[in-house]
T-cell receptor, first 114, second 115 residues
Framework: NAGVMQNPRHLVRRRGQEARLRCSPM?????VYWYRQLPEEGLKFMVY????????ESGMPKERFSAEFPKEGPSILRIQQVVRGDSAAYFC????????????FGNGTRLTVT | GNSVTQMEGPVTLSEEAFLTINCTYT??????LFWYVQYPGEGLQLLLK?????DKGSNKGFEATYRKETTSFHLEKGSVQVSDSAVYFC??????????????FGSGTQLTVLP
């Protein structure tokens, strides 16, 4: 019973390049959440998606960041024209429909911008 | 808005010592409270939770009681082990919003247990 799968585990990009982070939720889970963890800080909510819908993107930076969760395939967090300040660990979490169950987190993607 | 304040780290203890990590919160509505643990190089794992006042969450020898009167959810363990070394995050989620499952995290407390 696979958990939340994120890839890649580590991603290195030069300033100005694009970063694509993937997240496959647990089987049966239709809700996906993306969080960012800056060095020495807690996780900060970025975006909440259901299949083909963005429900809440109040934590997403207004520019360069986008997220999708298509009908088929993983959820993608896309960062265009990366800058050094984007270096962080990006965690995906998923949950089933029921609001009473806790979120299950993946192991994260550690993005380094050089 | 919602916020979580956690005890500053790092915390270093000897094996079998008593652990307390303080957590207080500010939230609208009736939040659910959580403790997550992050081992090196891994994602967060749910350690325990409490969904209403006076509930006690417990798991792996860890406990935390939801105290509405003091808006606290302190994590305790009577006898820590080396394998408990990790970062511990207090978190909450509140109801009544369009994104009821959005978690608000504290900044984390690094625990190191020495043999």
């Amino acid at each position: 019973n696979a958990g939340v799968m994120q890839n890649p585990r580590h991603l290195v990009r030069r300033r100005g390049q694009e970063a694509r982070l993937r997240c496959s939720p647990m089987k049966g889970h239709s809700h996906v959440y993306w969080y960012r963890q800056l060095p020495e800080e807690g996780l900060k909510f970025m975006v909440y998606l259901q299949k083909e819908n963005i429900i809440d993107e109040s934590g997403m930076p207004k520019e360069r960041f986008s997220a999708e969760f298509p009908k088929e395939g993983p959820s993608i967090l896309r960062i265009q024209q990366v800058v050094r300040g984007d270096s962080a660990a990006y965690f995906c979490a998923s949950s089933p429909i029921s609001d009473s169950s806790p979120l299950h987190f993946g192991n994260g993607t550690r993005l380094t911008v050089t | 808005g919602n916020s979580v304040t956690q005890m500053e780290g790092p915390v270093t203890l000897s094996e079998e010592a008593f652990l307390t990590i303080n957590c207080t919160y500010t939230a609208t509505g009736y939040p659910s409270l959580f403790w997550y643990v992050q081992y090196p190089g891994e994602g967060l794992q749910l350690l325990l939770k409490a969904t209403k006042a006076d509930d006690k969450g417990s798991n792996k020898g860890f406990e935390a009681t939801y105290r509405k009167e003091t808006t606290s959810f302190h994590l305790e363990k009577g006898s820590v082990q080396v394998s408990d070394s990790a970062v511990y995050f207090c978190a909450l989620t509140s109801t009544g919003s369009g994104s009821a499952r959005q978690l608000t995290f504290g900044s984390g407390t690094q625990l190191t247990v020495l043999p």
